[in-house]
């Protein structure tokens, strides 16, 4: 399995839209998030993101898109905001590999991230990764709590 980060530009905005709504769609049918859930934003806020200065890329395995991680960077801080997998191909490591392909990319130290509390599989992936939780918790609804995660 070949893993690789292509970057994504402001001509691919259409297609990581409809890539990221329906990568989020069971979680804000689960959550009810539609305040914060990327499977609510309009395209013009992936187009934003695409002209703001952070790094999107595809996931591509194999010659195919499976996913999509954005690097927000800020000073010495990154912050990965949005990763996602496709629904047909999670579970096979793809985001772990993507995640470290994007430390590679910007550097291996002072990362952070949010993830839903309630979704123990992302959890368990990022503490894989070395990330640790900040005791910061945002709860968004009566459902779901943001979790805050950094690596040195």
Same mark, same amino acid.
């Given at each position: 399995?070949?893993?690789?980060?292509i970057k994504?530009?402001?001509d691919?905005?259409? #297609?990581?839209?409809q890539?990221?709504? #329906?990568a989020?769609?069971?979680?804000?049918?689960?959550?009810?998030?539609y305040? !914060?859930n990327p499977? +609510?934003?309009?395209l013009?806020r992936t187009?934003?993101?695409?002209c703001?200065?952070? +790094?999107?890329?595809? %996931?591509?395995e +194999?010659?195919e898109k499976?996913?999509?991680?954005r690097?927000?960077?800020?000073?010495e801080r =990154?912050? %990965?905001?949005?990763v996602?997998i496709?629904?047909?191909?999670?579970? =096979?490591?793809?985001a772990?590999?993507a995640?470290?392909?994007?430390?590679?990319?910007h550097?291996?130290? @002072?990362w952070?991230?949010s !993830? %839903?509390?309630?979704?123990a599989? @992302?959890?368990?992936?990022?503490?894989k990764?070395g990330?640790?939780?900040?005791?910061?918790?945002q709860? %968004? @609804?009566?459902q779901?709590?943001?979790?805050?995660?950094? =690596?040195?």
């Open positions: 399995m070949t893993v690789e980060l994504a530009g402001i691919d905005a259409q #297609e990581l839209w890539m990221q709504v #329906e989020f769609a069971q979680l804000l049918e689960r959550y009810r998030d305040e !914060t499977a +609510s934003e309009p013009e187009v934003q993101r695409l703001d200065g952070s +790094s999107f890329y595809f %996931i591509v +194999s010659g499976v996913g999509a991680v690097v927000v960077e800020d000073g =990154k912050r %990965i905001s949005p996602f496709m629904p047909q191909h999670r579970r =096979k490591g793809l772990q590999q995640i470290r392909l994007a430390e590679q990319l550097g291996e130290h @002072n952070e991230l !993830t %839903i509390m309630q979704e599989g @992302n959890c368990r992936l990022y503490e990764l990330y640790r939780r900040t005791g910061q918790v709860r %968004i @609804n009566e779901m709590d943001l979790v805050f995660y950094e =690596k040195d």
